[in-house]
């Protein structure tokens, strides 16, 4: 009886040590799982902001193309031409 009544002091440390643990254990799984999720996320995000990016570039290369396209059609419709048909070109031909 003796000796419980000296086991009961480390038992109780034990107790709230253990109680300790277990609280360091369910905030450590919930602290690394909320870095696998953030992780996660920012991966997701850099995926999405290299994709986007990519996009941007190609609209750029477009609207270049696209700026070639106009320059070159203005060019042509600054330039007086004469219709051959008008000038007549087009009975001599025959």
């Not at 300790?20 to 799982?33: C, D, E, G, N, S």
């Not at 999720?37 to 850099?46: L, P, T, V």
């Not at 290299?50 to 941007?56: A, I, K, M, P, W």
């Not at 696209?66 to 031409?81: D, F, H, N, Q, W």
Request: aromatic fraction near 8%; hydrophobic fraction near 40%.
């Amino acid at each position: 009886m003796e000796e419980l009544k000296n086991l009961l002091p480390v038992l109780q440390i034990i107790s709230q040590g253990g109680l300790a643990l277990v609280i360091f254990v369910i905030w450590y799984y919930t602290f690394k799982k909320s870095n696998e999720i953030s992780r996660e996320a920012f991966d997701r995000h850099s995926q999405l902001s290299e994709n986007l990016l990519q996009l941007l570039k190609d609209e750029q290369e477009y609207k270049v193309m696209l700026a070639g396209i106009l320059m070159r059609l203005e060019e042509k419709l600054s330039k007086p031409v004469v219709c051959p048909i008008s000038r007549g070109e087009h009975e001599s031909s025959k």
